[in-house]
């Protein structure tokens, strides 16, 4: 599982406080998968946005709804999988 900050909304005006979400991983997800997009972000092919049709492309034995959880899944564990960035 990763964890990343997520913003909740604070009630009349007081100072938001940042939680740690624990995103858990798909079963089906793999470091190929995390590997390639690493590298499509990389390429600067796509706006990462715009990456499931690349995974689906990519990884055809993925449907478009894994292909849409694993791009999710990526973009909610890369600040945990690069600190340096």
């Given at each position: 599982m990763?964890?990343?900050?997520?913003?909740?909304?604070?009630?009349?005006?007081?100072?938001?406080?940042?939680?740690?979400?624990?995103?858990?991983?798909?079963?089906?997800?793999?470091?190929?998968?995390?590997?390639?997009?690493?590298?499509?972000?990389?390429?600067?092919?796509?706006?990462?946005?715009?990456?499931?049709?690349?995974?689906?492309?990519?990884?055809?034995?993925?449907e478009?709804?894994?292909?849409?959880?694993?791009?999710v899944?990526?973009?909610?564990?890369?600040?945990?999988?690069?600190?340096?960035?």
């Amino acid at each position: 599982m990763v964890s990343h900050p997520l913003d909740r909304g604070s009630v009349l005006g007081s100072p938001a406080k940042k939680e740690r979400v624990m995103i858990e991983r798909p079963e089906f997800v793999t470091e190929e998968h995390l590997d390639f997009l690493d590298d499509l972000r990389e390429s600067g092919a796509t706006n990462m946005f715009g990456a499931r049709p690349f995974v689906e492309e990519q990884f055809p034995e993925l449907e478009r709804g894994q292909a849409s959880k694993v791009v999710v899944y990526w973009m909610g564990s890369f600040g945990e999988r690069h600190p340096e960035e």
